[in-house]
């Protein structure tokens, strides 16, 4: 039954939206031209879409943040306003969140707390902190929301029967991104919801950056760390968008400190594959000393090496201005399926070298405005943004926003380029692309290709030769044969079904039976010509994270 009104509630309020983006494409649904649109009706629907996400409860606050850098699913002014959706909610009352400490402890609150304050410093759709002592030290406690795993578990299942039916009756590049960042998302969000996992997360951080004074994590008291409580240190300091009495007071320098910020967050994706996922100002903080202090390790990206050398590799085409290369680059990464052809995507790689050359001939081209322009593309054409260049562009146009904060005249991709200068040695030997490891590479790759030519020409003198097709075409040509044969199977059904009922009413002049004859002829039609057979991938079977059946205890 609660499954029942759930997804009562989640259809029922995401509906009009679906449909009034269907419209936008075609008035009809099915058939028409576009419906026009003014830029303030979008505004205000996309201000009753955010309203609506944020009213159906955490998943769909969570999953709204990660919308808000996804421009290959919604367009502006979508995704500014998504954007503004904060991850805040009422706290729980004191006697739950005290419920949940006593089942992970073992003991009363007040006997392992020296002191506890019951009213939260911040509470999220996830988990709500709180202030304590312990052991003579000031620590915050972080709490897992009771039921809120259960709650998530419902709605991502509801989400994936959902999208399962979006992805056989619109089968496009937008249900398919929409699919994929749910489906990685049901992945990320049991992690964030195991404590143990964002402890663990710091502590790796603290290891990669064991040497650098100038950024920390807060440290975590392992003997009380549980599944749904994290303590840690209580760490002093400002958000980073609250600075401007001790940068007009001259006593911290902006252009330092964003460097110093811009590095960490390249360091760690290119050179070592660890990114913070959630950045934002509020897990930013600055020390008196200048110090920076990051927080909420909950969401973290693994680049595993081959990506970081793809990206390394597709950036270097597009400084080079390679058209072939940048679309092998894309190819590399997943933007492109493997059934769309290069043809398709060659004026999408054009456009981007056309915007990176603007950016380059302008030298005062805004990060933000350059990602815009790449994420119309990539709503636009049949690409699909990877993640890895998700966050990369979101941590980008946060970084440039908090310079232009400060500094009206800030130069982020100046700073950007400053950066990658000066790690560029690291960057280098991260991705294998030292010049001796790439005389390496060249090498082996070079007799490997000679082999294989020399094992092609044996094979075809000896007439031994074969050409087979990639199963991604066979596949394909059955699906066109299958959609043929079941379209001529239902336009005979929908014949036949028509001629019986006019003989039926004929025989005995039954109007009602007529018209459902016809009814059900029309439906054999429609479902014959307009909706398609081709199933794409069941997203059921990718739920890899939270389901509703897990145990969480």
Request: hydrophobic share 45%; proline share 5%.
């Amino acid at each position: 039954m609660r499954r029942t009104r759930r997804t009562a509630a989640i259809i029922v309020r995401l509906l009009p939206f679906l449909l009034a983006f269907l419209r936008d494409r075609r008035r009809w649904i099915l058939l028409g031209p576009p419906t026009p649109r003014t830029p303030r009706h979008h505004e205000r629907r996309a201000r009753r879409l955010t309203e609506t996400l944020g009213g159906l409860g955490p998943t769909f606050i969570k999953l709204a943040q990660l919308f808000s850098a996804r421009a290959d699913i919604l367009p502006e002014p979508y995704l500014s306003a998504i954007s503004t959706l904060q991850d805040q909610v009422p706290p729980h009352p004191w006697d739950q969140i005290a419920g949940v400490l006593r089942d992970e402890l073992g003991q009363e609150p007040e006997k392992v707390f020296e002191h506890f304050e019951p009213v939260p410093l911040a509470a999220a759709s996830l988990g709500q902190v709180h202030r304590a002592r312990v052991d003579g030290k000031e620590v915050v406690v972080k709490v897992l929301r009771p039921g809120v795993e259960e709650a998530i578990a419902l709605d991502l299942d509801i989400s994936f029967r959902v999208l399962f039916w979006l992805n056989i009756l619109f089968p496009n590049h937008h249900v398919r991104a929409l699919t994929n960042l749910v489906r990685e998302f049901s992945v990320r969000v049991k992690e964030e919801m195991d404590f143990r996992k964002e402890a663990e997360n710091m502590e790796v951080f603290r290891r990669f950056f064991a040497g650098e004074a100038r950024v920390r994590v807060p440290e975590v008291l392992e003997r009380f760390t549980r599944r749904r409580v994290l303590v840690m240190e209580y760490c002093s300091g400002t958000k980073i968008d609250r600075l401007h009495d001790r940068i007009q007071g001259g006593t911290l320098d902006i252009q330092v400190l964003l460097e110093t910020l811009t590095a960490l967050y390249l360091r760690t994706m290119m050179v070592d594959g660890f990114l913070h996922a959630d950045p934002h100002p509020g897990n930013i903080l600055v020390q008196d000393d200048g110090t920076l202090v990051v927080l909420d390790w909950g969401m973290v990206l693994r680049v595993p090496r081959w990506t970081r050398e793809a990206i390394l590799n597709l950036a270097l085409a597009v400084e080079r201005e390679n058209l072939e290369a940048t679309i092998n680059g894309m190819y590399q990464l997943g933007m492109i399926s493997p059934e769309v052809s290069r043809g398709e995507v060659r004026e999408a790689a054009t456009e981007i070298l056309q915007i990176m050359e603007r950016a380059r001939g302008t030298g005062r081209e805004r990060i933000q405005e350059i990602v815009a322009a790449i994420y119309d593309i990539f709503y636009t054409w049949p690409l699909l943004l990877p993640q890895e260049l998700v966050y990369f562009f979101r941590t980008a146009v946060l970084l440039e926003g908090i310079g232009y904060h400060y500094d009206p005249a800030f130069d982020g991709l100046g700073l950007l380029r400053r950066v990658v200068g000066r790690l560029r040695p690291e960057l280098q030997r991260a991705t294998g692309r030292e010049p001796l490891a790439l005389a390496r590479g060249f090498l082996v790759e070079a007799q490997a290709t000679l082999a294989s030519v020399r094992d092609l020409l044996v094979r075809a003198q000896r007439e031994e030769l074969r050409v087979r097709m990639h199963p991604r075409d066979v596949q394909g040509q059955e699906r066109f044969l299958h959609l043929q044969a079941r379209r001529v199977l239902l336009s005979i059904f929908a014949t036949g079904t028509a001629v019986i009922s006019a003989v039926l009413f004929l025989a005995l002049r039954n109007y009602w039976l007529l018209a459902l004859g016809l009814w059900i002829s029309l439906m054999l039609f429609v479902s014959a010509f307009f909706i398609p057979t081709h199933l794409l991938e069941n997203p059921l079977r990718h739920a890899r994270g939270i389901r509703p059946e897990d145990r969480f205890f």
